[in-house]
């Protein structure tokens, strides 16, 4: 799908935050600069309170939020460099008790977990292109949406 801007990029972490189960992960792929931090803000900020400050965990890691239904986590696996250091910081956790949300997601070599949705961003002339991929229970749901990968 085509995000021309960024209230676009915004929109769709509303529509996927509508969607997301406890349990599951979004998993933002792209280089940086693409919008995967505005898809995670706006995603996170549904979930939460539209005024909610949701830094980048470039530098803590992880930052945790309480949404009314699901908790969510926010992970930015860009400084890792293997993949248990993000067991480490938590993700098993994360899952077990809400929702994550993964920038840079390749870094878990293969781990990523079984219910989820990848979300590719990539630059488009002055927007952005999107392709959603559903795994484990997001297929199901993807479909009845008329978004299938």
């Given at each position: ?27 933002l ?13 706006a ?7 539209p ?6 965990p ?7 939020y ?8 926010h992970f ?21 008790q ?10 878990l070599?293969g781990?990523?977990?079984r ?23 997001w ?11």
């Amino acid at each position: 799908m085509i995000l021309a801007d960024e209230a676009a990029t915004g929109r769709l972490g509303e529509v996927i935050a509508g969607l997301l189960r406890s349990g599951e992960a979004v998993c933002l792929q792209g280089p940086l600069g693409a919008g995967k931090s505005t898809l995670a803000r706006a995603l996170i900020r549904a979930l939460t309170k539209p005024e909610e400050e949701v830094p980048s965990p470039t530098f803590t890691l992880v930052q945790f939020y309480e949404g009314a239904a699901l908790r969510v986590a926010h992970f930015d696996l860009y400084r890792l460099t293997d993949a248990d250091e993000s067991y480490e910081i938590g993700l098993d956790e994360a899952l077990d008790q809400g929702a994550a949300v993964i920038e840079w997601p390749e870094r878990l070599a293969g781990r990523l977990p079984r219910d989820r949705l990848d979300v590719e961003i990539a630059l488009n002339g002055v927007g952005r292109r999107a392709r959603l991929t559903p795994h484990g229970a997001w297929t199901d749901r993807m479909e009845g949406i008329g978004l299938e990968p």
